[in-house]
């Protein structure tokens, strides 16, 4: 019902930049928050930035001072401006998004990306 389609992973020295892109489109009556989560081989998925309507952005501290998230919510769209990347940032990194589907909807909902790998050679 949902498809969340991620755009901007590569390889990249370390201290280069990435920016990742991902657009939500399908049946979305209203999305409250987007963000991106990432996961390393052989560890957890893990939070990495989300922004929502409701408040500041939120980082993980790995990140805090490095990335950047924002949403744009005329176009469905959540973006990660990755700087000063180091090898300890190569991932997968998946787009989420908290959705309601209709007007009419008793929950929100929550979909993936299928990822997009991010790759930082030392």
């Known amino acids: 019902q949902v498809q969340l389609v991620e755009s901007g992973g590569g390889m990249v020295q370390a201290g280069g930049s990435l920016r990742l892109s991902c657009v939500a489109s399908?049946?979305?009556?209203?999305?409250?928050?987007m963000g991106w989560f990432r996961q390393a081989p052989g560890k957890q998925r893990e939070l990495v930035a989300a922004?929502?309507?409701?408040?500041?952005?939120a980082y993980a501290d790995s990140v805090k001072g490095r990335f950047t998230v924002s949403k744009d919510n005329a176009k469905n769209a959540v973006y990660l401006q990755m700087n000063s990347l180091k090898p300890e940032d190569t991932a997968v990194y998946y787009c989420?998004?908290?959705?309601?589907?209709?007007?009419?909807?008793?929950?929100?909902?929550?979909?993936w990306g299928e990822g997009t790998l991010v790759t930082v050679s030392s």
């Open positions: 922004v929502s309507d409701l408040g500041s952005p």
């Open positions: 399908g049946t979305i009556y209203s999305i409250n928050a």
């Open positions: 989420h998004c908290h959705v309601l589907l209709r007007a009419t909807s008793l929950k929100w909902d929550d979909y």
